[in-house]
């Protein structure tokens, strides 16, 4: 069993008085207080046209567990964005719910149903005058 | 302009078994194509109880003001049994599992007008207290009529 840790902390002063959140979460598997132990590694995928791209994600992931999904847009350029989204097949043009946007900088962590129908994730970049280089990680049972 | 600030940290000592794993990453919240930072905030909490049809409640509706925009959502399932869990659905689309203790944090680009695509949870096991957040860019507000 291994230990993955996450934490997440988001500052603001949207108001007058402040805002934050701060918290941090053990990875465990579904119906447990066992940690998640598989991950495909951390992936990169240097985008050079606005085509479609399925991402590589855990193949061998059971769908309906507690996997967790991070990309990041690794860029700096808050005018142009990756859009993330599921996708019902290993077909780049068969999207069937975006999600949303990762502009320079953004990134996300989020639960993952697993490979299969409607789970598969896809990143379209906004432009193809320069590279979007996207980094992702799957932790899955 | 208001600035928000989202860092994360991803850190394992023994999942690989090379090296220790640590991610971070740091991003300013900006509203969509702009350096101008997202200036309207909502957040929440409440408790999700597992009911029989279970078809789960709407969480956030999408906007057409929403609309390919840059919000981001936060969403944190605060249960301590670890059978308890919440299921987050992009309309019909089932995203993933928030077990207790679980947090997620996405973009959000809400397709009204082309596409259904609001935020829904439901509560399977047991009773789910949670939390919630959204970081958006302005909304035109509806005129009142007489």
Known sequence: ???????????????????????????????????????NGLGVKNLAATTAVVLELAADATASKASKVYIRNTGSNKAEHVKISLNASASADDTVQVIGRLYGGDWMLIPWEANGTGHNIVAAPSTASEVTTIEYMTFHE | MATTTATLSIVSPDLLPSSPLSISAS????????????????????????????????????T???????????????????????????????????????????????????????????AEGGTCPYEWAIFKEGETMVARTA
């Open chain 1, 1 to 39: 069993m291994a230990t993955i840790t996450a934490s997440i902390n988001i500052a603001s002063d949207i108001t007058d008085y402040g805002f934050g959140i701060n918290k941090e979460m053990t990875m465990t598997k579904a119906d447990t207080t066992v940690g998640i132990e598989n991950t």
């Open chain 2, 27 to 62: 991003s300013t919240l900006m509203k969509a194509d702009t350096s101008v930072g997202l200036h309207m905030m909502e957040s929440g909490s409440g408790e999700l109880t597992v009911t029989a049809s279970n078809g789960g409640v709407v969480l956030k509706e999408a």
């Open chain 2, 64 to 122: 057409a003001a929403g609309e390919n925009t840059a919000a981001k959502v936060y969403i944190c399932n605060k249960a301590t049994d670890p059978t308890y869990y919440i299921q987050v659905k992009l309309h019909d689309t089932i995203m993933g599992r928030l077990y207790a203790g679980d947090w997620m944090f996405m973009p959000w680009s809400q397709g009204a007008g082309t596409q259904e695509d609001e935020i829904s949870v439901e």
